[in-house]
C-alpha cells in the first residue's frame, strides 16, 4: 500500500512563494503527481515526476527525490486565483504496463491573502 | 471533445434506493477510472478500466457498486441501496497508455455529488 502525507493548510500572501511537501511510502513506485482542486471542482492536471529532480512550468515547479520518498509543489508569484487544494498523487508500478491507478493524499489547502 | 464529462452533476437519493451515474471519456482514453471524495480528503480509488475491461477493484468497492463500460466508451457506476455513507462525490477520469500519444496524467471530469437522505 501507499502512505501519502502532506500537510492541512499553508498561508500565504499575494506575491509569494509558497512550497508544498509531499512525503510516501510505497510499495512500489511509477511516477508522483500534483492536482489543484478549487472547492467544488474536479482536480485539474498541473504536474508529473517520475525521475529525481525539477520540473519546471511556468509559475509552477515540482521536484521529486525518489531515494527520500519525498516530493514539492513550488507556487511562485501567488496570485488569489491560486487559493486551492493541492493534491500530491503516486502511481501504482503495475507489472504488464505503467498506467496504474492514482494514490491521493488529503490535499493542502492553499489560501494566499492580499 | 472538450474533456471528460460526467451525468448528472448532482444527486439526491433516499437511503435504500438505487443509483447510476454516467461517464464519457476523452474520446482517444482507453483508460478510465472512478474515484470517491469526501471533504476534506483526496480521491480515493474505486475501479479502472482498459477499453472494455475492469482491471481492478478497490476493496472499497463493496458488493453494492458495479461498475460497466459495456462498449469501451463511456461507463456507468451503480449503487444498489444507498446507504448514507454513500454520499460523497464521484470522480471519472481517464488516460492513455497508448505510447506516444497522450500526457501522463488522469484528466477528470466534473464530478457526480451524491446526498442519500
Known amino acids: 500500500g501507499q502512505n501519502i502525507d502532506q500537510p492541512t493548510e499553508m498561508t500565504a500572501t499575494e506575491g509569494a512563494i509558497v512550497q508544498i511537501n509531499c512525503t510516501y511510502q510505497?510499495?512500489?513506485?511509477?511516477?508522483l503527481f500534483w492536482y489543484q482542486q478549487h472547492a467544488g471542482e474536479a482536480p485539474t492536471f498541473l504536474s508529473y515526476n517520475v525521475l529525481d529532480g525539477l520540473e519546471e512550468k511556468g509559475r509552477f515547479s515540482s521536484f521529486l527525490s525518489r531515494s527520500k520518498g519525498y516530493s514539492y509543489l513550488l507556487l511562485k508569484e501567488l496570485q488569489m486565483k491560486d487559493s486551492a487544494s493541492y493534491l500530491c498523487?503516486?502511481?501504482?508500478?503495475?507489472?504488464?504496463?505503467?498506467?496504474?491507478?492514482?494514490?491521493f493524499g488529503a490535499g493542502t489547502q492553499v489560501v494566499v491573502t492580499p | 471533445d472538450t474533456g471528460v464529462s460526467q451525468d448528472p452533476r448532482h444527486k439526491i437519493t433516499k437511503r435504500g434506493q438505487n443509483v447510476t451515474f454516467r461517464c464519457d471519456p476523452i474520446s482517444e482514453h482507453n483508460r478510465l477510472y472512478w474515484y470517491r471524495q469526501t471533504l476534506g480528503q483526496g480521491p480515493e480509488f474505486l475501479t479502472y478500466?482498459?477499453?472494455?475491461?475492469?482491471?481492478?477493484k478497490s476493496r472499497l468497492l463493496s458488493d453494492r457498486f458495479s461498475a460497466e463500460r459495456p462498449k469501451g466508451s463511456f461507463s456507468t457506476l451503480e449503487i444498489q441501496r444507498t446507504e448514507q455513507g454513500d454520499s460523497a462525490m464521484y470522480l471519472c477520469?481517464?488516460?492513455?497508455?497508448?505510447?506516444?500519444?497522450?500526457?501522463?496524467?488522469?484528466?477528470f471530469g466534473p464530478g457526480t455529488r451524491l446526498t442519500v437522505t
Open positions: 498523487a503516486v502511481r501504482d508500478r503495475r507489472t504488464t504496463d505503467s498506467w496504474g491507478k492514482l494514490q
Open positions: 510505497t510499495s512500489g513506485f511509477n511516477g
Open positions: 478500466f482498459q477499453n472494455e475491461a475492469q482491471l481492478e
Open positions: 477520469a481517464s488516460s492513455s497508455n497508448t505510447p506516444g500519444q497522450g500526457p501522463n496524467g488522469q484528466y
